[in-house]
């Protein structure tokens, strides 16, 4: 927790290296990390980033089986509704699934829309969870911090090192 409060006041961690790829993102992007939003703008935030990811899950699922690479057992693309329920599903953290596993979602697919989607919606909920904290400590919606500099350092500062230990520790448990 102390980790984790320390990472969204700014303080000084031991990943700090991510600083160059995280201003990377965000110069990509367009976005100043620095500008302070209110709850109105923070949420717009949170709603347009995961707009962008479900219709790029939607986009990706309906089209898996046109797509050339990492599909080496031809699978086909997913039915429209289906592809919704699955991006609903995976952009919530929910994980449900409607399809059979292996055979319902090619390589390409379970890689940049399963995956990533299981990655980033967790950082985009803690993201939530730190400006309802700065909302609650200051009693005031105006000055939350910024949320996709919020949802990045998540990813990179808290869920990215959680995942490589996690890792480690399964590899060496064979």
Known sequence: GKYIAKVFAGE?????????I???????AGIDPKQGM??????RALLVINAI???????????QGSIP???PDSIPSMEPTQAFNTAISFMTNTNLQHYS??????????????CFLQFVSAGTGIAALAALFRALSAKSGNN???????????CTRILLPISVVVAIILLFSG
Request: net charge negative; with cysteine; hydrophobic share 50%.
């Open 22 to 28: 995280e201003n990377l993102f965000f110069r990509i």
């Open 53 to 63: 990811w479900f219709i790029w899950a939607i986009l990706v699922l309906c089209t």
């Open 69 to 71: 690479f990492w599909n």
């Open 12 to 20: 000084k961690t031991i990943f700090d290296f991510f600083v160059p």
């Open 101 to 114: 596993g292996e055979t319902g979602a090619s390589y390409f697919s379970q890689l940049l829309v399963f």
């Open 144 to 154: 939350l911090g910024n949320f996709y500099h919020d949802m990045v350092r998540s």
């Open 38 to 43: 209110n709850w109105k703008e923070s949420l």
